[in-house]
DNA sequence: GCTATACTTGCAAGCGGTTGCATAGATTGC
DNA sequence: GCAATCTATGCAACCGCTTGCAAGTATAGC
């Protein structure tokens, strides 16, 4: 591989001279310009980026450590969604996307900062969905920007996230369902863990409060984002022996389509019967029978939108900053449909 | 930040010492060791990889480069089980990965060629479906080892690859229709420029030629991987008023679910007046009614296999080399059923 | 007790670009 | 025609870590 001194050797030229050709913003004479672009041609010169990035100690690249579980719960749709966002915007400004992966959640925060330490890459995304304090704490004390996907459980003033507002669009969800005069309906959470179960949940809580309808502790379940959690919260409600909902509203899709399954073999139709509601539009939400109703959550414009505060912060030189909500919205499709049972 | 420096200064030895402790393999006394741990402590030391990646000329990343089309036609099922398939491979060996979006074939290549002669990682796995043979040409003549998700079509005895073989699985799903006693079996493939199109294309004459059954021309349709593309295709063949076939196979699950709607459309039942075979096993697939039988590719397994090899070249400072192909599985689901108008 | 051998650590030259400063030559102003 | 101002290029230090070689000290062998 030739480097720069090959180049200028060839060119008759110093280094420097080479470095100025490539690096574009410099007065180089239309002569010597032409003379080092022929020698690079020629010795089939191209410059090495890793050395460029220590010397600007800049690496146009930002990172992203791959949650351990994704292939879990992310699987549905987050994940595709997350890395086409963060390329729309990464792409475009020349910059490229550094992946790591985790084996655990430990190990997510452990490759984090090891990113961000060893200087790998010039700003981080961070996917984590239960960061703690000490975490962001930690976070804030480094200095390569960062900002989160998601919104961290402590409020800093300075950090920055995007995300969507779980809370509002679940509140949003349980009142369509309300709406359809249905009185008893249930929850299906994800992982209690993860920070958007607990949000979800307190949009489903806030619901039925402002509605005034009574929240049976039974009725909510965690189903930890996977089909079988969906089809087994269905089981254990008909198995405590309580009166069935007639709506569950399921925080992602895959849930939604395991309830489905569940009341099916309870030979309870949805829609009439039972009505449910999933989230995240995932790709067989609209291809499975019936359609699913489902809360559409913007993974890719999140992402989108985190990459480029993530880059203007990076190019500015200064700490990430801003805080950004990202609207939600429900898909009404054939899973849902007016209470039958109106209890008045 | 601190450097190696600051650290030896502070433990008060010489700098290489210190490079010493940190990248493991060299003889330190257990004391020198002790007293340059503390100090990097101290002073929140990490080492900076891209300044190793320069000096030891290795970045412990490779790259792969997102086909711009991946919304479109990857989107199914193909990109997230890339993504984890390389992830699976690379995290467990310590390496990272660098991806690149790309906005058009030709951007495609530029972006591999830029990161390969920028020297942005060690080897790359390549993604590209249209390689064409300069492109290929120009893959070997550079000194990074790559290796090819997909067989290029040029034998080249010395490239490395790993695929399904996806002419042999598409003649065994059309063998399998046959076998059901359909005889007037439809193929509806993706974009005709893509390599793997051909391929299957291929594997439908073969086993249609193996039965001695005629292929009519009027049945191979090109659905370019678009929902739409296979209820286009549907309607095509009825349009130009040829018989139904009795049997689709469709090159992914998306087409074949347009063509199942275009069927519904016409009043033909799926599976007992015809039969739908898809490909990839997308996850719809099993949930939309009736669930599709249709043909597992492992593009998890073909990227995971395909990092391995990438990873064994790099570290063994040598091409990658070797070839494999990853067997697809069809996997039998409710839309196929005996042809029920035998004709013999 | 003295030399041969093994361990540790220091030294300094890289890895391949970048960039502030200096300088030589060209241009401008009057 | 000469000083002042620009332009284009060279010089050399630097980004932060690695590593072959040399050297100093400790240990072993006889």
Not at 135 to 145: E, H, I, W
Not at 191 to 219: C, H, I, K, S
Not at 305 to 333: F, H, M, N, Q, W
């Amino acid at each position: 591989m030739p480097t720069i001194r090959d180049v200028a050797d060839q060119a008759g030229v110093h280094p420097s001279t080479v470095s100025r050709v490539f690096s574009g913003n410099a007065k180089i004479s239309d002569e010597t310009r032409a003379r080092v672009l022929s020698a690079a041609q020629q010795l089939g010169f191209q410059p090495n980026a890793i050395a460029r990035s220590l010397s600007v100690r800049r690496t146009e690249t930002i990172a992203a450590v791959v949650p351990h579980v994704f292939q879990g719960y992310f699987e549905d749709a987050f994940f595709p969604q997350v890395m086409s966002g963060l390329l729309d915007a990464a792409y475009p400004r020349g910059f490229r996307i550094l992946l790591s992966g985790s084996n655990s959640h430990a190990d997510e925060i452990t490759q984090m900062f090891q990113i961000l330490g060893s200087r790998q890459a010039d700003g981080i995304v961070v996917l984590s969905t239960r960061l703690d304090v000490d975490t962001v704490g930690a976070l804030r004390r480094q200095s390569t920007p960062f900002v989160i996907l998601g919104r961290p459980v402590a409020e800093y003033p300075d950090i920055c996230w995007v995300d969507t507002d779980s809370e509002r669009y679940t509140a949003e969800c349980v009142r369509y369902l309300i709406n359809l005069g249905h009185r008893r309906i249930a929850y299906v959470g994800g992982d209690p863990e993860v920070a958007v179960t607990r949000e979800r949940q307190a949009g489903y809580q806030r619901a039925m409060d402002e509605a005034g309808l009574p929240v049976n502790p039974n009725w909510i379940v965690y189903g930890y984002f996977a089909e079988n959690g969906g089809y087994r919260a269905v089981h254990h409600i008909k198995e405590i022996g309580e009166t069935m909902p007639t709506a569950f509203y399921a925080a992602n899709d895959l849930m939604a389509i395991g309830v489905m399954r569940a009341l099916r073999e309870l030979d309870l139709c949805v829609p009439t019967d039972v009505s449910v509601i999933g989230t995240n539009d995932a790709p067989e939400a609209k291809h499975i029978f019936p359609a699913l109703t489902t809360l559409r959550v913007p993974y890719a414009k999140m992402a989108t939108k985190a990459a480029e505060l993530l880059i203007d912060a990076i190019l500015s030189d200064e700490p990430a900053t801003g805080k950004a909500y990202i609207p939600s919205r429900l898909i009404v499709r054939d899973s849902t449909a007016p209470c039958k049972t109106s209890e008045v």
